[in-house]
């Protein structure tokens, strides 16, 4: 694409540096990035059964290495936020780069929350139906607000469901951040300052003996690890090396050592590692963040990725449903051998399930009635628009 002097919507003259990172933004989504899809398939599953772990539905290997990382495996929850953050700004980032955006905030709004809710407000009515509506705090879940109250976790139709609010308040500021994000000059130091801010919460929440549950599903603590993943999308854009995949598994095999290493450790106020997950963002985050920008460095488009592009589709209706499945095989499959085994068959048949109706003929019907610009979507919308992990 040759580089011009150009005018933006806001009548600003753009500089050629301005024109070649927006093109960059959108040339470099026009492809399946289809080992960040494998990574989100690794990341679901691995809380499907973190899940399984703690609710006893299998027993611990003897190996403290792998009993450690199974217990660990809320760590995931980070991935998921720096890689929706990731996503979003390689699609989205360039659109909001002035004051006049090119695309609407309705717009952007209704292409992130059709999905979303749809699979959301489904669990919900299933959940209702099965425990009854006494157990809801049923207005604040419609809103998508119980993370802000984490007081109100025990009230919860289901407590795995803090997620989704803490990612509705992650889509409804990024327009505005991704904004500064764009226009910010030192977008290194801004990672290290939000880094250092992450840390420091999980080191003042328990200097101060705050229920680490309260930082963990909080959705201002959440938000900074989505705008990481907008910083590191940024410095993909701009960057020219290209890393080997190998250092992706060597960062995540080294995260695996670090993690078994800190398990049984005490630091100050009788600081234990062991199951406080906000302890391990540290290494965690930067991890994740070096994994996602390795893996986003190979690209490729064709029918040979299209079964990977289904199965990364298919991860949020099957961490969404995993919360129907596991008191179903409780209830009911706990005395078997392999009660785990049931709840994978479970989570898999409803995922599938609620991917063909709600997904595939539900949200394309809403999308269309709602957003005329998705009649023909672009080839980078399919990838941003399963990104609701």
Known sequence: MPISVGISN?????????????????KNYQERLPLLDIFRIFICLSIIVY???????????????????????????????????????????????????????????????????????????????????????LPVEILGLQSFFPQLWNYAGNGATWFISAI???????????????????????????????????????????????????????????????????????????????WAFLGLFGMFYLINYFFDLNFFNNMKFAMHYVYYTFITVPVFAFIIFVLAGYKKSGKSVKILSVLSELCFPLYIWNAIAQPIVKKHFMQTTYPFVYVLILNFLFAIIAFIVIDKILVKMLKKKFLKSDQKPEKCVEHADNINY
């Open 168 to 246: 509705l308040f992650s889509y409804l500021i990024f327009p505005f951040i991704a904004y500064l994000t764009v226009h910010d000059k030192k977008p290194i130091k801004t990672m290290l300052l939000l880094y250092i801010l992450i840390v420091y919460l999980a080191i003042f929440s328990t200097y101060f003996n705050i229920d680490q549950l309260v930082l963990y599903i909080s959705p201002l603590y959440r938000c900074l690890e989505f705008i990481i993943g907008m910083y590191v999308a940024k410095m993909y854009t701009l960057s020219k090396k290209r890393l080997s995949v190998t």
């Open 10 to 26: 806001n009548g600003r003259l753009l500089q050629k540096r301005d024109i070649l990172e927006r093109s960059k933004m959108l």
């Open 51 to 137: 899940h399984g772990a703690i609710h006893k539905f299998y027993v611990l290997p003897g190996s403290e290495f792998l009993s450690h990382n199974l217990l660990t495996g809320a760590i995931y929850m980070d991935a998921f936020f720096i890689l929706s953050g990731f996503l979003l700004f390689l699609l989205y980032g360039s659109r909001f780069d002035s004051i006049s955006p090119q695309i609407s905030l309705k717009e952007f709004y209704l292409k992130r929350y059709i999905k979303i809710y749809a699979q959301y407000l489904a669990l919900l009515f299933v959940i209702i139906a099965k425990d009854g509506i006494k157990y809801t705090i």
